[in-house]
């Protein structure tokens, strides 16, 4: 417990300085100068004297997380686009009025909402059916929507593309991609991401439908600043073996905009096929966003499972050997995050779905062009994903622990901190959707520490100190 005077003291210095926070800008690490609300008294803990390899420590200085909970974190900060990306999307909409950009910018957000959510689209509903606020549609991108799109989404896109492809960098010491493949390129905003994470990146291919989107990736990949190195455009993605596969394939908040899910079916099923080695799957982070993330999951493992050859089984086979004879995509392919395992998704039985968060510095076109009157510089951005690599998760070890870390829990939900411990949501490795708590009592000083520290989307590398609670169905839960 602090005393009083110590409290008020380090309150009222929290209120009267002007702390800065990190934002995570591209290939590095800015600073912008911000006023932030009073701490709150359970960040009132000791502070860290000193840094050891990076990490806050102790007084004594001992560090205050494990290297385990330290690899599992997944909160980097505030993202924005790198400086020489705000100048040349500046100097590509300099021509453009912001009256009509304002009505552009518009137009995507409409179409964008009438894609959403089912529940916040329904205008009234009648005897023979629900009326919806907006009918479902999508836009098609000439040169006024490129301009549009460049004001308005390329940092939100920006940032979910660089979230995950920092987690697979992280996860995946051993992978250091050649070629890149984007499939929905628009202007490029996750080649940006993956050149900004591996600077070894000699050929990048952008695949697009819209021909004004290709036109502004090819200019700002070919600026003077730009990372994207050996960029070529193409309209559309080769069905056959006339190319050869990529290192790294993107697919970022594209699969939404596909006619059908025959043509998405079809569509992830190449997108594999062109997968030499990773493969990043980004949707929106609404229900619709993640059930076709989750289909797509689904689909590529169910294809590796049949691709497998079955072993010869005769009557002598002892019954015992059976199931070690099934054949297991996971001897093909591995998922790198978010999911602790390649079994069903429990969470297509529940009625949450799983889906992460990230906040953005809004750029001042983003903030000028917004059809809502935000004044906010920042945002945070919702995002569904998975990340699907070729061959056994054994492949990429470099330290001890991080072959273990494909099966540790991800925290799916914010932690809930109550008084003396915590409660964490997490999917866990035996395919189940968990909940555990961790009090400082059953599990110690320094993980429940941890536990206070952890945030939505971290691997949890702890076992549980009590009982879990399985959520099985939308309906019941059971103790195990």
Known sequence: MHRPSRLLQRTAAAATSRPTREVAHGCRLRHLSTTVAP????????????????????????????????????????VALPDEIIGAIEAEISTSSNRQLKRDVARIHASLRSTGSASKLIKYATPTGRVPLIAPHTIQYGPLETQAYLASRTVPA???????????????PDFKPKTCLDFGTGPGTALWAANCVWSGIETNVGIDLSEPMLTVAARLAAGSD???????????????????PSDLVIASFVLEDLPSDAVRT?????????????????????????ARIAAARAE???????????????????????????????????????????????MLSQSSWCHFS??????????????????????????????????????????????????????????????????????????RLERTIVSKGKAGKSVYYEARKSAWGDIWPHPAFGKVVVKEDKAKEKEV
């Open 358 to 431: 990230q906040r953005i510095q809004r750029s001042k076109h983003m903030m000028a062009t917004s059809p809502d009157p935000v004044s906010k510089n920042h945002q945070d951005i919702k995002f569904a994903y998975v990340v699907l690599r070729r061959g056994p998760a054994s492949r990429a070890g470099a330290a001890p622990f991080v072959i273990d870390a494909f099966s540790w829990p991800r925290v799916i939900a914010p932690p809930m901190k109550r008084d003396k411990h915590v409660v964490l949501d997490y999917c866990g490795s035996s395919g």
């Open 39 to 78: 701490v709150a008294t359970e960040d009132l803990t000791d502070s860290p004297a000193e840094e050891v390899d990076g990490e806050p420590t102790t007084a004594g200085g001992k560090a205050r997380f494990s290297p385990q909970v330290t690899f599992g974190k997944n909160k980097i900060g505030w």
């Open 300 to 346: 590529i493992l169910a294809a590796e499972d049949a691709r497998k050859p079955m072993p010869e089984i005769s009557d002598t086979t002892p019954p015992e050997s059976l199931s070690k004879a099934q054949p297991q995509a996971a001897d093909t392919v591995h998922i790198v995050a978010p999911c602790p395992h390649s079994l069903t998704c429990p």
């Open 158 to 172: 920006y940032a979910a593309a660089w979230n995950v492809l920092s987690q697979v960098a992280r996860r995946c």
């Open 266 to 290: 079809a569509t992830v099923a190449t997108l594999w096929g062109r997968t030499a080695d990773t493969l990043v799957l980004i949707d929106r982070g609404t229900p619709d966003g993640f």
């Open 226 to 244: 730009s990372r994207v190195r050996g960029f070529s455009t193409r309209r559309f993605l080769p069905l056959d073996d006339s190319t050869p």
